[in-house]
């Protein structure tokens, strides 16, 4: 089946430990990124990344780190957590194939962090 | 850059009533239109997008929309709604270069009363 998994879903720490979500999709997709959604802002763009060694930084990059080895996985590091991280995250994946940006985004189910 | 605005937050309906949930973007350049939604404790799922060809774009689950491009808008329409429906749903636009950005509305949280 086709997806994009992330884990682990649900994570409660402390401010300051640093702490890794993973993101791992299974359709060979170029494209890969990360989302924070906050209520009432919607979702925002943290990285993203266009292939193997090519990653980027979205609208909200501070606090965030990310790296791209393997083209299957994408995972988001919190090298010292604070409070206003506390959010829900959602890696997404597409293919860069066709038309310029015009493919679906794959959304993994989501990791709800909270930092305490 | 391109934003969106969504400007229903919060919508209630009762069931077959219809429903059209309005987006608006900026951006001068050429783009591409999607629609999301948000079951409740689910992933973003892909309802429709828009990228060339027809305007009124048809989705799934009786779901379409219409660009007008004169309007810089991309209204989300139902001609009845089901209690199933009950979600989040997003609009979303990117550019056609430059089109790692995906850029999301707000959300506007439907609630359909059965």
């Known amino acids: 089946e086709a997806q994009v998994t992330q884990n682990p879903r649900y994570l409660i720490t402390v401010t300051g430990k640093k702490l890794t979500v993973t993101c791992s999709q299974n359709m060979n997709h170029e494209y890969m990124s990360w989302y924070r959604q906050d209520p009432g802002l919607g979702l925002r763009q943290i990285y993203y990344s266009m292939n193997v060694e090519v990653t980027d930084k979205g609208d909200v990059p501070e606090g965030y780190k990310v790296s791209r080895k393997e083209k299957r996985n994408f995972p988001l590091i919190l090298e010292s957590p604070s409070p206003n991280q506390t959010s829900l995250y959602f890696c997404a994946s597409s293919s860069t194939s066709g038309l310029a940006g015009a493919n679906e985004q794959y959304f993994g189910p989501g990791t709800r962090l909270t930092v305490t | 850059a391109q934003s969106v605005s969504q400007h229903n937050h919060h919508v209630i309906l009762s069931e077959a009533a219809s429903l059209e949930l309005g987006c608006n973007y900026s951006?001068?350049?050429?783009?591409?239109l999607f629609w999301y939604v948000q079951y409740p404790g689910q992933h973003l799922q892909l309802l429709l997008k828009?990228?060339?060809?027809?305007?009124l774009v048809k989705g799934i689950k009786g779901f379409e929309a219409e660009f007008i491009k004169s309007k810089f808008s991309f209204n989300l329409r139902k001609p009845s709604v089901q209690w199933s429906d009950t979600a989040e749903y997003f609009c979303a636009v990117n550019a056609r270069t430059g089109f790692q950005k995906l850029v999301f509305g707000t959300g506007t949280r439907l609630l359909v009363s059965p």
């Open positions: 951006y001068g350049g050429t783009v591409n």
């Open positions: 828009y990228f060339s060809g027809d305007p």
